[in-house]
């Protein structure tokens, strides 16, 4: 938000107090307005306060006890916090989940980058191809995970009946520790790749036409036009779309559920999963919750430096 | 397939008029009990039903149920794989079906935590309790009470695909006894030695705890137990190491594939014929019959093994059982269906269905066992169940986790088992 914006926003609020002249004994016009703005948002503050700040200050509360479910709730402190930082599976499950994340958003970002490029005029596009690549949106995570369990499949899915064909040894897609989460990257990338696709569009179709027309002129091809016109006026919105979807990315859970149920030896079990894991396989709430905790702090911390990195070189 | 229908529908007739015939042995009169169990509803919670299963629940035995009682059976189906997170939840916001079904492992995580209403009572009024058998009725008991009926049991043993056996000269009457034999055969299926087959073990590797399951196997066969006499664990001593240096041998020789994973749909290896020999039951012979019915006339169950030469065979058994919520507020009804369930003719109809051997002792003549390889039958006899213990659902994970290590030659299963007995005390509180 530019300095004007800001300014015009905090304009209402150095109005000199006044009194409505025609009232007996005044009203403080401020008053009502500011009772009236409160009396307008308290039904969003009293949603938000209501599902998220009361489940995250409750998820700290139990996270600091000994809480089955089943049982009451027994203090312990920190106790929690001390078993999972000296847990080397948690250590695992975060390396598993950053990896996830940035490959995911990296390779993503380049991808969605281009096919929105591509549908946006430079070389292809049209409405019918624009739904196609959106589609998988439209299914839940779990029905993905289930067509590409089978897709993959390496003694009766075609992806490895093609290859195979070919003499070439069957690739273990969802069993292989080294094949695992690789395939689990991809299948979401391919599910997120029409979400993410149509805002980066959106943001490309507002790029200004007399800016690419002037570059035109000037002898620019189409991907000069691209990255040094197009891509530095949508700068904004490719961080935002960043910065969503990594956070998004590091709450993975139903891909690794579905597909591979955290294995094999782990190699996709994600934060997420651990905390699924221990709250309702192993009965244990308050670590659970301990590690939802430390998951909110991971969010919050990345979107501090994510947005640190990616905001435009002139707020700096 | 008509002579199938034809046979279906005899069975079906006969089974109403056994669980009506049931019904009265329960007390339960038709005319009279409608009037106690009319316009009222009950909750039954079913895992792992295909769609014929289902079907048949809902409209034959259920139907019936119904018009026995008057009860209408509000049925809750859900899958195996999360059964256990549905139950804790339901468990934990007091809406825990009337009756529920039950896997071996989460019995005593549920029953030590009150989940489920004792049955001693009803079971010392009801003639058929003697019926069952003592082992899977004391599968259902913690704590010294009672608290669930056993409804068909899970037994494994060692099955091989007879077709595949007879390429490498193994006839069905030269089936392995020990595990030198076993190997043996592994070995000469291998196209290492001229073999038909790359991998030719499968030990059950799945998206669940199926390579727990083998190694449990294998260490009951080595003499071996999870936990001492104070409840320590004790699967880094020389059975467990022995059991999981023999498991890990497949691997280490190329007979077997850490990667081959079976995701829980389509054919199982042993049924594709990419392997010729599992540790498994009687749902590999269903696994064929649903998707390649030319297959199953090869799959051969053949007996427990032993460790040694002249050694005792051994083997598992899971048991699934019924029981009724604590926190039902129609005990008598609740009773009545699960008193129904596990009754004569609908266990044995339940059994067949879902892919096991009955739990009773007047069902070992039942006619569907005449279609069942014999081996899973006889291997009744040397099966055991896994200890009773209330954390075993977090255990039982752990241990094919480093299953999933060691057939990955992640190091010496000395170490392995003894990094593994760690955590399972830790789990334990030990």
Request: glycine content about 8%.
């Amino acid at each position: 938000m530019g300095s004007d914006a800001a300014a015009s926003a905090g304009s209402s609020f150095n109005t000199p107090r006044a009194s409505h002249p025609d009232l007996p004994g005044g009203i403080d016009i401020l008053r009502t307005q500011r009772l009236a703005g409160a009396a307008l948002i308290s039904p969003a503050v009293l949603a938000i306060i209501i599902v998220s700040i009361l489940p995250l200050l409750l998820a700290f509360g139990f996270s600091l006890t000994d809480f089955n479910l089943l049982s009451s709730p027994r203090w312990v402190g920190l106790r929690n916090y001390a078993i999972i930082v000296n847990d080397p599976v948690f250590w695992e499950s975060i390396r598993n989940t950053l990896g996830f994340a940035v490959s995911q958003v990296g390779i993503g970002i380049v991808v969605v980058l281009m096919v929105a490029a591509l549908f946006n005029g430079y070389l292809f596009g049209g409405p019918l191809m624009r739904t196609i690549i959106y589609l998988p949106q439209a299914a839940s995570y779990v029905v993905v995970a289930l067509i590409w369990t089978m897709l993959l499949d390496p003694a009766v899915g075609p992806i490895n009946r093609a290859i195979t064909a070919t003499s070439a040894n069957p690739i273990y897609f969802l069993s292989d520790p080294d094949w695992a989460m690789p395939s689990i990257v991809v299948v979401s990338l391919w599910r997120n790749l029409g979400y993410f696709m149509i805002i980066v569009l959106a943001a490309l179709k507002s790029v200004p036409a007399e800016l690419l027309e002037a570059a035109k002129i000037d002898g620019a091809g189409p991907v000069r036009r691209f990255f040094s016109v197009s891509l530095p006026t949508i700068k904004g919105v490719v961080s935002f779309v960043a910065i969503t979807w990594f956070l998004g990315a590091l709450q993975m859970f139903t891909q690794s559920y579905v597909m591979t149920t955290g294995g094999p030896v782990n190699a996709t079990r994600t934060i997420v999963y651990l905390m699924y894991d221990d709250a309702f396989t192993n009965l244990e709430i308050g670590k659970a919750c301990a590690m939802a905790i430390m998951l909110f702090l991971l969010v919050v911390v990345m979107s501090f430096l994510l947005r640190l990195v990616l905001r435009p070189r002139e707020d700096r | 397939m008509p002579e199938q229908k034809s046979r279906m529908t005899r069975r079906t007739v006969l089974g109403a008029g056994m669980a009506g015939a049931a019904g009265l042995a329960l007390g339960i009169r038709p005319g009279r009990a409608l009037a106690a169990g009319s316009g009222k509803t009950l909750s039954l919670i079913v895992f792992g039903p295909t769609q014929q299963a289902l079907e048949w629940l809902k409209n034959t035995a259920l139907a019936e149920f119904t018009k026995q009682t008057g009860y209408e059976i509000e049925v809750r189906p859900s899958n195996w794989g999360s059964g256990f997170q549905k139950l804790l939840t339901a468990v934990a916001s007091g809406t825990l079906a009337d009756v529920t079904m039950l896997g071996q492992v989460m019995t005593p995580a549920l029953m030590s935590r009150g989940a489920f209403l004792p049955i001693d009572d009803r079971l010392a009024k009801w003639d058929d309790t003697k019926k069952f058998y003592p082992a899977m009725l004391k599968d259902g008991t913690y704590d010294g009470k009672s608290y669930a009926l056993p409804i068909y049991a899970d037994v494994r043993t060692s099955v091989y695909r007879s077709d595949i056996l007879q390429k490498a000269g193994v006839g069905p009457d030269a089936l392995p006894k020990n595990w030198d034999d076993f190997k043996a055969v592994a070995r000469k299926l291998s196209t290492k030695n001229g073999g038909p087959l790359e991998t030719p073990f499968f030990s059950n590797q799945d998206n669940s705890v199926g390579l727990m399951q083998t190694f449990s196997m294998m260490l009951y066969q080595a003499g071996g137990s999870y936990f001492d006499e104070s409840g320590k664990a004790q699967l880094s001593n020389d059975a467990g190491v022995r059991a999981l240096d023999y498991l890990v041998s497949f691997y280490k020789e190329g007979l077997a594939n850490p990667n081959v994973v079976y995701q829980g749909t389509g054919p199982r290896p042993l049924v594709l014929g990419t392997s010729a020999m599992t540790y498994n039951s009687v749902t590999v012979q269903q696994n064929a019959v649903e998707y390649k019915p030319d297959v199953e006339k090869y799959i051969l169950a053949g007996p427990p093994l032993a460790a040694d030469p002249g050694g005792k065979p051994s083997t598992i058994a899971w048991i699934n059982k019924f029981a009724i919520s604590a926190r039902t507020k129609d005990p008598d009804g609740a009773w009545a269906l699960l008193s129904y369930l596990t009754s004569r003719d609908i266990s044995g109809k339940f059994a067949e269905i879902w892919g096991g051997l009955p739990a009773r002792t007047d069902l070992s003549g039942a006619a569907y066992l005449k279609k069942v390889s014999p081996g899973f039958v006889e291997a009744t006899q040397y099966a055991g169940a896994l200890p009773t213990s209330p954390n075993l659902l977090q255990i039982q994970q752990q241990v094919n986790i480093a299953m999933q290590s060691a057939t990955r030659q992640s190091g010496p299963s000395k170490q392995i088992l003894q990094e593994l007995d760690k955590k399972i005390d830790q789990i334990n509180g030990k």
